[in-house]
């Protein structure tokens, strides 16, 4: 049974990624702030008596079908209402970027140039965006083995899919994502 702290530690050990891989899915930050904390909300209410190690497995199935709810929600609520505010393309200003933040948090590395850090801060940027052209399937199965570290069988557990399908899926997005990037002219 896992105590109080460790239910805690989990949460805040895995909130910012938890919230990267979902602003990669729904590609909005605040619906993928809200996804985030019904899927926190959901694992205290209901599996916070659950054993420690089982914590990161219900998490990422309870993260996965919470987005999924997020978006059969915003299909129907689309079929039935079209609000004109969602063609804006123009994005609100101080969004929050996890991987720059790192980038720019890191002090101990050594200290780039103006125009090496814009570069890096780009490429960062295009990486980002190829991740995101992804098909649905292909980018969980990618952030989940790549992102957030999980092996063949916990990545597949938590898609509710075949082992094979994780390789398959992985692999697709990988090559997909190697052709992007070179013709970006981004080298591995």
């Known amino acids: 049974m896992a105590t109080e702290k460790e239910l805690s530690d989990f949460l805040k050990n895995v909130e910012k ?15 993928a702030l809200d996804i985030v904390q019904d ?3 959901k694992l205290a209410e209901h599996y916070g008596d659950k054993p420690a190690d089982e914590l990161p497995m219900l998490f990422h199935r309870i993260l996965s079908n919470t987005t999924l709810d997020w978006f059969r929600r915003n ?4 079929a039935l209402f079209s609000n004109f505010s969602d063609f804006d393309s123009d994005k ?5 970027d996890l991987l720059e933040s790192l980038a720019l948090d890191n002090d101990s590395q ?8 814009f570069a890096s801060i780009a490429k960062v940027h295009e990486i980002e965006e190829e991740i995101q ?3 649905a399937r292909q980018r969980e199965a990618f952030l989940l083995r790549y992102w957030e ?9 938590a898609m509710g899919c075949s082992e094979g399908s994780v390789k398959t899926h992985c692999s697709r997005a990988v090559q997909a994502l ?4 070179k013709d970006k002219g981004i080298q591995p």
Do not use: C, W
């Open 75 to 78: 299909k129907t609520r689309r």
């Open 17 to 31: 990624r938890a919230f990267k891989r979902s602003v990669y899915h729904v590609r909005d930050d605040e619906a």
């Open 133 to 135: 052209n992804l098909p």
């Open 110 to 117: 050594i200290t780039q140039s103006a125009e090496d850090n």
């Open 149 to 157: 570290d999980l092996d063949v069988s916990e990545t597949a557990a």
């Open 39 to 41: 899927s926190m909300m």
């Open 178 to 181: 190697s052709k992007a990037l």
């Open 92 to 96: 609100a200003e101080g969004e929050f």
